[in-house]
């Protein structure tokens, strides 16, 4: 059962363009969506995060907008470059009884940002 | 500085050998994770360690035991390895704020091979 839904699986760009992600979760005690970038033989690392109480987030060119009532968020990289080539996953937490996050991973979208 | 540092950083072995990856944070966290991401570059969780006591045990064979010396190493040992293990194996630490919102900070990866 996958309960963070991510697409498209591959994305390809012009430079200068708009790369979008969507996101889709089931579980509604989810309250933190972070984004995590990861580039080829290397770990994923935070790129912006977002609680459900915003509906949008920017961090430079990148935003996440956020719709709590569809369960859906979604990634906006404006002004791509091809050093944004990277594979994309969106993620999901919640708060429990044991220490640490759990992660959810979607299934990644790999960006390919042409000169 | 490597903030989290993984050993080997490739593993080529025959099926049914027994296996170490080594895991290692010099960011004073409390806790650690491993994940797995399989060719299709799925992330998943299989353990987390807090305070090298066991948190999150995902559904993963009894082959694959962590263990966690202190706070900030945690290792993996695979016994009986079978080509289905093939992977990157990430290791990740995160500082116990409490809240789902705490930063995973990823390793380089270990890739395995299993022959």
């Known amino acids: 059962q996958q309960q963070v839904k991510q697409s498209p699986q591959s994305l390809i760009v012009q430079k200068g363009g708009i790369s979008i992600i969507n996101c889709a979760y089931e579980?509604?005690?989810?309250?933190?969506f972070p984004w995590y970038q990861q580039f080829p033989g290397k770990g994923p690392a935070l790129l912006i995060a977002?609680?459900?109480?915003?509906s949008e987030k920017k961090e430079g060119r990148f935003t996440i907008s956020f719709n709590k009532s569809a369960k859906q968020f979604s990634l906006h990289i404006m002004d791509s470059q091809p050093g944004d080539s990277a594979t994309y996953f969106c993620?999901?937490?919640?708060?429990?009884?044991?220490?640490?996050?759990?992660?959810?991973f979607g299934e990644g979208t790999q960006l390919t940002v042409n000169p | 500085d490597t903030a989290v540092s993984q050993t080997p950083k490739y593993l080529v072995t025959q099926m049914g050998n027994d296996k170490s990856i080594k895991c290692e944070q010099n960011?004073?966290?409390?806790?650690m994770y491993w994940y797995k991401q399989d060719s299709k570059k799925f992330l998943k969780i299989m353990f987390s360690?807090?305070?090298?006591?066991?948190?999150i045990n995902e559904t993963v064979p009894n082959r694959f035991s962590p263990k966690s010396p202190d706070k900030a190493h945690l290792n993996l040992h695979i016994n009986s390895l079978e080509l289905g293990d093939s992977a990157v194996y990430f290791c990740?630490?995160?500082?116990?704020?409490?809240?789902?919102?705490?930063?995973?900070?990823f390793g380089p990866g270990t890739r395995l091979l299993v022959l």
């Open positions: 990740a630490s995160s500082q116990d704020i409490g809240t789902s919102q705490e930063t995973q900070y």
């Open positions: 579980n509604t005690a989810f309250d933190y």
């Open positions: 977002i609680r459900p109480d915003v």
């Open positions: 993620a999901a937490s919640m708060e429990g009884e044991t220490s640490g996050s759990r992660l959810t």
């Open positions: 960011l004073g966290h409390d806790t």
């Open positions: 360690y807090n305070n090298k006591e066991l948190i």
